[in-house]
């Protein structure tokens, strides 16, 4: 088991422990629970399914990397395919502010880039701050986003986000985690491939800027992460973001990272270069390409 489960773990009901060591077991533990995992967690604890999304945010929050704030904040998004995914804050010493990845958001990439078509629901452990309301409003699930609250009656994201301003304000009609293939050919090496390969599942319908990142780690692991733009602007998500969010859910650390490419337009009206160059320097690591789409 990850030692960053150390403190949470045994803090659980001892019924979902046992059934949950195995699946910790790796150090590399996913992060995500297949809806078989969910089905066993439930018959060994007897929870429902809310009950035991909400007894497990602990070691969801554990996953957390607060290195300004130590305020950890775990989330967990249930795909309409029944598997849940595990989100984590993460601050970046070194960086900006602006490159602060929330629970919420951590939960939602996560989902989006193993493939999950549609998010049910988002279980966090505080209430969703404005930006990440504003975040989940740009999903294709909309204002009938399930959102759980401890100590709260399930209520949706339209509860929580009257008046909502979203991509409909700026005629898009293609959202979050709606399939999408930029259509860009893959070149140059596998570290290349991987990271167009995230560009052209991108989210960038206000300023057809796709991107993707891929970074791999020293044993060979490679992690990619896709732009995912929002209506509000600000509270979009960069591809470097959806990437560390990967490799840190996944177990890795930033030491782990051997080098990383962008993948991006050469004439797009916005760049991810110099806020991903500067990011990942200030994590350590000063190896970054750009192969151009
Ligand atoms: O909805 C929220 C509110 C805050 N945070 C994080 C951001 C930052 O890392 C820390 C303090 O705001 O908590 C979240 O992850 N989700
Ligand atoms: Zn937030």
Redesign the pocket.
């Known amino acids: 088991m990850h030692s960053r489960f150390h403190t949470a773990f045994p803090g659980l009901a001892e019924n979902l422990q046992a059934a949950l060591a195995p699946m910790l077991a790796d150090t590399h533990f996913p992060a995500m629970l297949s809806a078989e995992q969910v089905a066993t967690l439930q018959s060994a604890t007897q929870l429902d399914a809310d009950a035991l999304a909400f007894a497990l945010l602990p070691l969801a929050a554990a996953c957390a990397r607060?290195d300004?704030?130590h305020?950890n904040?775990g989330a967990i998004a249930r795909g309409v395919s029944g598997s849940w995914y595990f989100g984590a804050?993460?601050?970046f010493l070194g960086a900006t502010m602006q490159q602060?990845v929330?629970?919420?958001q951590s939960a939602v990439s996560h989902a989006w880039l193993r493939g999950e078509k549609a998010l049910a629901s988002v279980t966090?452990n505080?209430?969703?701050?404005g930006?990440?309301r504003q975040f989940m409003n740009e999903l294709n699930s909309g204002l009938s986003l399930g959102i759980n609250l401890p100590g709260r009656a399930p209520h949706t994201l339209g509860d929580y986000l009257p008046d909502a301003f979203g991509p409909k304000d700026l005629e898009i009609k293609t959202l979050l985690m709606d399939e999408q293939d930029h259509g860009f050919p893959l070149r140059g090496d596998a570290l290349a491939q991987a990271a167009i390969t995230a560009a052209n599942k991108s989210h960038s319908p206000y300023t057809h800027s796709p991107s993707g990142v891929a970074i791999v780690c020293r044993d060979g692991r490679i992690f990619i992460g896709s732009y995912a733009e929002n209506a509000a602007f600000n509270p979009t998500l960069p591809p470097l973001q959806g990437a560390l969010n990967l490799l840190n859910l996944n177990g890795f650390d930033y030491a782990d990272i051997e080098r990383a490419t962008l993948a991006e337009r050469a004439d797009a009206p916005l760049t991810q270069w110099d806020a991903t160059v500067a990011t990942l320097r200030a994590l350590g690591c000063e190896n970054v390409e750009r192969v151009q789409l």
């Open positions: 607060t300004l704030s305020f904040v804050n993460m601050e602060t929330h629970a919420e966090v505080y209430t969703p701050c930006h990440c």
